[in-house]
């Protein structure tokens, strides 16, 4: 009887918590694949911040915290309330396909954010493009080399995110297709960190162990750069070499202070996406006549310590 | 005694429900969203998996025991299952193919199991440890089986695609983890060897001066978890499109906080499947109307913290008086 | 010993579950005095001494400890009074080591955060001397034999300097030599003006030990009497509420066939043990703890390897490797620690009772409740086993119904030889004497009883004859109606002579 009267008290305190009152709001649903990623946590904030600007819109967000089931099973409550638009932030490819599919066949406007599906289930698609930021990266370090030796040549680390995810894949293809083409610009180490700053600093002391000589370090994601960062500096050796990363977020800790910071020679900020998919996602919201494109790409930016402060003001 | 104590829990899904009922959202017709017909079976079919696998941990901590490997086990079946289901063009059609996946991911998996509880038996060590370690190393065999890919599972009308979406149906899911509950429950309640797990679990001495068979039973438990893990990974698997070897993480937690939610005990000897049923719907309705009402989602893991907590004290509570 | 009372308890009233175990009790023990609680299981003596404990709070009572009025609600409350406990069920780490057994909760050092080996030691060593313990504080307690565990026990309540102790059974587990040193010690303590509550169901030692003697029946005090102008037969009679009926004679006599005999077992606690024991005979297995009793069931149970010798049944020779193996021989074993090693206590009568038969009562794995109702019913009914179901759990059973569905689940199993560990052990009067009953019906229809047992006039009661032990030898084998005490005890302590 007491659990009946406890769940009871709970109930109400759930009454309590929602923000029912007033008229109905459009409601905006946004499933994010994973909140506890910093890119992740940024793009939630800059679309609060966005879609806050507009208040006849309610945005719910829900975080499937990296698990395919749970993403499916939010979705499938977001579908029973009917949303006024649904954005998906897909954890995976093949899991997410079929659920986005049923609420495209519901009449539900779905914007697919940033990462693909296997069928075009989506009003939608906003994309930004990993190959072209690992062809930007490579070209970067052809430039550096040339720059510091006279010649292409130079000996480089390169840092993996998690091994058989898209982004990783692309952020290290597109860099070999330009660098494959230098055959004195040699990779002398390449590690697996899992896109994890504490496991790239492991690795790195590793590499540095092993390869008496680096001119650069590539990390796929700004904090497996800054590890490895950190691990040239506890043996003395970080002036020896730069840092690349990619990511590019802004605020504190991003990638873009690291760059102001001196920590990193650049980084290649990978789009958050947010931006566009408000302006597309109002667009759906208030013109009834509004036809948007299949598939919106996104370029990335390069930063450097010349243009950090103007690229973070940008930002905001 | 035990019949009182099912009911108590069932008390608390019939509040939980309430508040959902009260709690709902409303669609924009007017009708209650949580008591739509596919909302309700929506929730059923979300908790399967779960649900499933905790049928057997029921078994497992009834004997006093835990098995941690069950989320590396459900990678593990997945990988299995889209590597076979996806082979180009095997002989004797689709059917075949896809009953041949299902049949050695579970066979897999049971095996697994069985090694679990052989080394439990045999060598004496702590299911705990035991499956510790096979938690870490199963994972490990589902990575390198994939070479850490994803193996898809497409859309088009090949055995892959026919095998998920057969899986995948909605009947299908709830369907299984339906009858295998019955069948656990059955076993559990009107068979020898459901007595001897519940003897195992509440004196393991007192069992062998009774000349139980101890050793077989344990391994018996552990198979039957590896083999419903493995059933829960092939639907896992459907339901997803993919094997996956990163699939399952921390699903051992929330199988056995469903089977603690029902009235099991950590220690053994007493519990229920009838319990397990409902600590597996309250988990899975609570969380159902947490999202339809678009609760933050770190506030949910609160809130579904303090229910574990609330439904074991009380049920001990209850047992105490 | 003054006027006042140490302790005056009136009108203490407690129930479980709606069923009362103490209706308007009252108890009182002056200064300095040994006072013995007695009674039948059930009759409340427990719980009472549990809220002299602190550990059970009553629905209402009345307390005044030295007149003044108390509440006594934790066991940390009775140990700021002054009240020490030994309890039945040892309630010692037993992975730590003496020392800390003894200092832990103990409100004489929990103010201190640090203290240093030597002197905990020299601390506990004073308190252990006068428990008659020669172990080193740094034992493990797990490492002490069972007897000594007690005596750990009594060398805590010491230790809080408590005014008065609450022994619950504390020679249940005690060989002789031990009971001795232990109302030794009881007397120096008296001496010293400490009192003494005694639980126990052993009549003799009350009536050496106790200074006046309450007894409880129905959860009510029945009257309180000075042990030196009473007798066993008012107190029986109080206890039971009417006359206890004559002794038992002597019990029929056995076949002239052998049904097991053993010959020159050796294990690794047995040395060349060899006896027969005879169809429809009940033989008595004596010695002081750790003399190898329970080893010899062991042996014969299949749970330690026979090293050397043999046993035969009905003239073959049996090697049983297991529990299960000795079960199919019909060979049965009732432990002698019935929680730890018997009962599962989450489990019901019915089930508890079944366990070693459900073989027989399934078909296709499925298990006949009909069946199995049917076959226990009539052993339940015979040996007057009381439990509010068959569904009830064991753990809602008193000791001594508990150590009849002990017994009731190796009557199932109708086996042809039953080793008996101690089965009277820490139960009421009305248990053992429905025991005896089933010991003696057992052996009528021709089935071969060991009785280990740790009360000479037990063995000498029930038993044809006597297997005295120590360490692991064979003493010799008396005639129970001939034998005595003294020469049994002899038996038990005389130096092993060449093996």
């Known amino acids: 009887m007491r659990f009946f009267l406890c769940a009871l008290g709970i109930g109400f305190l759930l009454t309590g918590c929602g923000t029912n009152n007033g008229p109905r709001k459009k409601l905006v649903a946004f499933s994010q694949c994973n909140n506890s990623e910093p890119y992740r946590a940024a793009q939630n904030a800059r679309m609060k911040k966005l879609f806050g600007a507009q208040p006849d819109v309610e945005l719910a967000i829900a975080d499937a915290q990296q698990d395919n089931s749970k993403q499916i099973a939010q979705i499938e409550a977001f579908i029973r309330q009917k949303p006024a638009l649904l954005i998906v932030a897909p954890n995976e490819r093949a899991p997410l396909t079929e659920v986005m599919g049923r609420a495209y066949k519901a009449g539900i406007p779905v914007i697919c954010l940033e990462r693909d599906i296997v069928e075009p289930n989506y009003t939608s698609y906003i994309r930004s493009d990993n190959r072209e930021i690992g062809r930007m990266a490579g070209q970067y370090i052809v430039d550096y080399l040339k720059k510091k030796y006279g010649a292409p040549r130079g000996n480089i680390v390169q840092l993996r995110g998690l091994l058989g995810v898209e982004g990783e894949i692309n952020r290290y293809e597109g860099a070999q297709e330009v660098l494959s083409k230098y055959p004195e610009i040699r990779t002398v180490h390449e590690a697996v960190a899992d896109w994890i700053q504490a496991k790239a600093r492991d690795r790195m002391t590793e590499a540095l162990r092993a390869q008496p000589k680096i001119d650069v370090v590539y990390g796929h994601n700004d904090p497996m750069a800054v590890g490895a960062y950190l691990a040239a500096k506890d043996l003395g050796r970080e002036k020896e070499m730069i840092f690349l990363g990619v990511d590019g977020l802004s605020g504190p800790g991003g990638g873009i202070e690291k760059v102001r910071d001196g920590i990193l020679a650049a980084t290649f900020v990978y789009p958050l996406c947010v931006d566009k998919a408000v302006e597309i996602g109002t667009r759906i919201l208030r013109e009834p006549n509004f036809r948007p494109e299949k598939v919106y790409t996104i370029n990335s930016v390069m930063v450097t310590p010349e243009n950090a402060a103007s690229i973070e003001k940008a930002a905001e | ?321 | 010993m003054s006027c006042e009372p140490l302790i005056l308890l009136e009108g203490v009233n407690k129930r479980y579950d709606g069923a009362k175990a103490l209706a308007d009790a009252s108890f009182s023990v002056a200064e300095g005095e040994v006072h013995a609680l007695i009674g039948e299981n059930g009759a409340g003596k427990s719980t009472l001494s549990k809220i002299i404990a602190g550990a059970v709070i009553p629905d209402s009572a009345s307390v005044r400890w030295r007149g003044e009025p108390v509440r006594i609600e934790s066991p940390i409350a009775a140990q700021h009074l002054g009240i020490g406990i030994v309890f039945q069920e040892l309630d010692l780490f037993p992975n730590l080591s003496i020392a800390e057994n003894i200092v832990i909760g103990n409100v004489r050092m929990e103010r201190r955060q640090w203290v240093n080996r030597k002197e905990l030691g020299a601390f506990c060593q004073t308190y252990l001397e006068q428990a008659g313990l020669s172990e080193s504080p740094w034992t493990r307690v797990r490492d002490l034999p069972i007897a000594h565990m007690q005596l750990v026990a009594i060398a805590r309540a010491l230790s809080f300097e408590a005014r008065l102790i609450l022994m619950d059974e504390p020679t249940s587990s005690l060989p002789d030599d031990a009971v001795e040193r232990l109302f030794a010690l009881i007397r120096r303590l008296r001496a010293g003006g400490v009192s003494i509550v005694y639980v126990s169901h052993k009549m003799k030692e009350i009536f050496e030990i106790a200074d006046r003697i309450t007894v409880l029946r129905d959860g009510a005090t029945i009257g309180t009497r000075t042990a030196s102008e009473t007798n066993i037969d008012e107190i029986i009679a109080m206890m039971v509420g009417r006359e206890l009926a004559a002794e038992y004679g002597a019990p029929a006599d056995a076949y002239r066939e052998t049904i097991l005999s053993a010959q020159n077992i050796t294990t690794r606690k047995l040395r060349n043990v060899s006896f027969e024991l005879h169809r429809g005979e009940i033989l008595g297995v004596a010695g002081l703890v750790g003399a190898g009793r329970s080893e010899l069931g062991a042996a014969l149970f299949g749970l330690d390897r026979i090293v050397s010798g043999s046993f035969r049944l009905e003239g073959s020779e049996i090697r049983p490797h297991s529990p299960s193996a000795a079960i199919g021989l019909g060979i049965g074993l009732l432990p002698e620690d019935r929680k730890l090693q018997g009962l599962m206590m989450q489990m019901s009568v019915l089930e508890n009772s079944t366990m070693a038969v459900l073989g027989r009562l399934q078909r296709w794995g499925f298990l006949s409740r009909r069946k199995e109702a049917g076959l226990s019913a009539p052993v339940h009914r015979g040996m007057s086993l009381k439990a509010a179901s068959n569904g009830a759990p064991v753990s809602s059973l008193s000791g001594g119904n508990q150590q009849k569905v002990l017994l009731a689940k190796w009557l199932l199993t109708d086996p042809r030889v039953l080793f008996l560990d101690d089965p009277t052990r820490g139960i009421d009067i009305g248990a053992k004497r429905d025991i005896y009953r089933i010991v003696r019906e057992l052996a009528g229809q021709g089935k071969g009883i060991l009785f280990v047992s740790s009360e000479l006039p037990e063995l000498l009661q029930c038993c044809h004859r006597i297997l005295v032990m120590r360490d692991g030898h064979n003493m010799g084998i008396v005639d129970a109606r001939a034998a005595t005490q003294e020469q049994i005890m002899t038996l038990a302590t005389s130096e092993v002579t060449a093996a």
């Open chain 2, 1 to 321: 005694m035990s019949r009182l104590r099912k009911l108590k829990s069932v008390l608390g899904l019939a509040g939980i429900i309430l508040v959902a009922i009260l709690a709902s959202p409303q669609a924009s017709d007017g009708s209650n969203i949580f008591l739509q017909a596919g909302n309700l079976t929506d929730v059923l079919r979300q908790m399967s998996v779960i649900g499933i696998i905790a049928l057997a941990m029921t078994y497992v901590i009834l004997t006093a025991g835990i098995d941690l490997s069950v989320g590396s086990i459900l990678a593990f079946a997945t990988c299995v299952t889209g590597m076979i289901v996806t082979r180009p063009a095997a002989p004797g059609g689709r059917f075949t193919q896809a009953a041949l996946a299902v049949g050695i991911a579970m066979a897999a998996s049971a095996l697994l199991g069985a090694a679990n509880g052989a080394v439990i038996s045999v060598f004496r060590i702590q299911p705990f440890i035991v499956t510790l370690a096979s938690m870490i190393g199963v994972r490990g065999l589902a990575k390198w089986l994939t070479r850490n890919e994803n193996i898809d599972i497409g859309f088009g009308s090949d055995a892959a695609a026919s095998f998920a979406n057969f899986v995948n149906q909605k009947a299908v899911v709830v369907g299984t983890f339906a009858a295998l509950a019955v069948i656990f429950w059955i076993i559990l309640d009107r068979t020898v060897f459901g007595r001897y797990v519940r003897a195992i679990g509440d004196n393991e001495k007192a069992g062998r001066y009774s000349g139980l068979p101890i050793r077989s039973v344990k391994i018996a438990v552990y198979t039957l978890s590896g083999l419903l893990t493995g059933i829960a990974g092939v639907i896992y698997a459907a339901e997803n499109h993919q094997g996956n070897p990163n699939a399952g993480i921390a699903y051992e937690l929330d199988a056995i906080a469903a089977v603690v939610i029902g009235g099991t005990s950590l220690m053994g000897g007493s519990g229920s499947i009838a319990g397990t049923i409902v600590g597996t719907l309250i988990i899975g309705v609570l969380t159902n109307i947490l999202r339809l009402r678009n609760v933050d989602s770190n506030v949910e893991m609160m809130v579904k913290a303090v229910i574990i907590v609330l439904a074991v004290a009380i049920q001990k509570n209850e047992k105490a008086e």
